[in-house]
């Protein structure tokens, strides 16, 4: 299996209020694309609300292989969602493993 992990920080122009909709919203977007893209083997998103850590949020995803993560990378719906995502999130830090 491939674990895709995934962490950003929320634009620094944003309020409390907007970073507040806009993670609710990534984070639904997300964890719908596991019924969308059968590539998918499992997808979960973590909103951070403790200031010990430097990052905002974390996508945790698992794939069969290399061939299923880019095949998900190119799906249309993960396209949408990648696009409102640079809309909102900054500072994108990536660690993809072999499990």
């Not at 929320?10 to 977007?29: C, R, T, W």
Request: aromatic share 8%.
């Amino acid at each position: 299996m491939l674990k895709h992990i995934v962490m950003w920080n929320f634009n620094e122009n944003l309020s409390n209020s907007e970073k507040q909709v806009a993670g609710e919203k990534v984070k639904a977007d997300l964890e719908a694309l596991k019924a969308i893209i059968p590539e998918i083997v499992e997808i979960r998103v973590h909103i951070n609300e403790i200031s010990s850590s430097n990052m905002d949020i974390l996508l945790d995803s698992t794939f069969e292989n290399e061939a299923t993560m880019a095949a998900y990378k190119i799906h249309p719906a993960h396209v949408a969602v990648s696009d409102y995502i640079g809309t909102v999130l900054c500072n994108r830090v990536v660690l993809d493993y072999f499990t």
